[in-house]
């Protein structure tokens, strides 16, 4: 099996995108105004056999992360109530997968401060947030936020 369908099948039993429509499943609208927002929404590390690394993060609004974080949004909806061509103050650290042979080397923190990096260029980001969907993801959110300096809110 090569890396790609790794990667796809490693998302959908994680995160059952398939079955959850409250869930962003990077559909190609999706993708389509995710590319809209910023070009750093969507990375991907390859290796000669495929993707190693995806990684999602969301530019958006304090009031809409706030709806989010509250439960009064989807995932979903955060995505497709976030606006284009407005000025971004908070980052949805949405998801990052690597496949099990590169995980633990400092991958997904590296690429995912790279990414915030590209948006903080262009936008005043003022915090991120994040749902934790495992120990790991917590982790790393964690570990986003103390680098940068900002502050981390968490949907419970």
């Known amino acids: 099996m090569d ?22 499943s990077v559909t190609d609208e999706e993708r389509e105004h995710l590319e809209k927002i910023h070009p750093a929404t969507m990375t991907e590390v390859a290796n000669d056999d495929g993707p190693i690394l ?12 706030e709806q989010f974080i ?34 633990k080397q400092g991958l997904a923190k590296k ?10 260029a262009d936008f005043a980001i003022k915090s991120l947030f994040y749902w934790p969907f495992s120990n790991e993801g917590k982790d790393l959110a964690l570990s986003i936020s103390k680098e940068l300096n900002l502050p981390l809110h968490e949907r419970t």
């Open 70 to 103: 509250s439960g009064a949004l989807t995932e979903k909806q955060l995505l497709d109530q976030t606006p284009v061509g407005i000025a971004y103050d908070a980052i949805y650290l949405c998801s990052v997968y690597v496949l099990p042979e590169f995980r």
């Open 3 to 24: 890396n790609y369908q790794r990667m796809l099948d490693l998302v959908v039993n994680f995160f059952g995108t398939r079955n959850d429509l409250d869930q962003i």
């Open 111 to 120: 690429t995912t401060l790279e990414a915030v990096n590209k948006i903080r």
């Open 54 to 65: 995806w990684l999602l993060i969301l530019p958006t609004t304090t009031v809409l992360m």
